[in-house]
């Protein structure tokens, strides 16, 4: 039962583009999303957080937003740099509940070529 | 370096064996959570442990247990391996739950 979800297994975009990374959710409990973003042989880094509270947060070149009614969130990487090539994963909790574990999408393989 | 300690690296073991995988979180994180990442597959959840207690259990498998311990690292055990364990094991902590989580390094577990 996948409760977030990539639709995008990979992405492919042009140096000083915008990437967008989408991803949506099934459980209205979620009230905190992030994203990670993952090297070969790494462990997945944290990149940037949105509360339920929000609709938008911005960090640098990253920008999360989030679409409550939709259960859609996205995010944006401008201008895009080879750096960036990555797999990026979105998670989302419930920090409401008990529980509050990470739920994580299966990931997007962004590819910024130059 | 996100703080988080994992050891080994690199595992190679033979099918049937028992290994234990190590983790310390980072100083101050009371939530530590295990993950596996199969060969192009996402992350697995596998448990998450906060302050010594068991609080969430994902698809971990009858084979594998794990426990945190009073100084807060903790230990992810698996027996009876089989060809199909072979992944990376991740562990993560976070301050409480559902917050942001630092990963460790992981762990590549090789079966033969």
């Known amino acids: 039962d996948q409760q977030v979800k990539q639709n995008s297994p990979s992405l492919s975009v042009q140096e000083g583009r915008i990437s967008i990374l989408n991803c949506d959710y099934t459980n209205s409990m979620f009230d905190y999303f992030l994203w990670y973003k993952k090297y070969p042989a790494e462990g997945p880094t944290f990149l940037i957080s949105?509360?339920?509270?929000?609709d938008k947060n911005e960090d640098g070149r990253f920008t999360v937003f989030l679409n409550k009614s939709a259960k859609h969130l996205s995010l944006h990487i401008v201008p895009s740099q080879p750096g960036d090539s990555a797999v990026y994963f979105c998670?989302?909790?419930?920090?409401?509940?008990?529980?509050?574990?990470?739920?994580f999408g299966r990931g997007t393989q962004l590819t910024v070529w130059p | 370096d996100s703080g988080v300690t994992q050891t080994p690296k690199h595992l190679i073991t033979a099918t049937g064996q028992r290994v234990t995988l190590r983790c310390s979180p980072r100083?101050?994180?009371?939530?530590v959570y295990w993950y596996q990442q199969s060969l192009d597959q996402g992350l697995q959840f596998l448990i998450q442990y906060y302050n010594g207690e068991e609080r969430a259990k994902g698809n971990i498998l009858e084979r594998f247990s794990a426990q945190q311990f009073p100084d807060l690292h903790s230990e992810l055990n698996l027996s009876s391996l089989e060809l199909g364990d072979s992944a990376l094991y991740f562990c993560?902590?976070?301050?409480?739950?559902?917050?942001?989580?630092?990963f460790g390094q992981g762990t590549r577990l090789t079966v033969v």
């Open positions: 949105i509360s339920s509270i929000k």
């Open positions: 998670a989302a909790s419930a920090r409401s509940s008990t529980l509050g574990r990470l739920y």
């Open positions: 100083s101050g994180d009371l939530s």
């Open positions: 993560a902590s976070s301050v409480g739950w559902g917050t942001e989580a630092f």
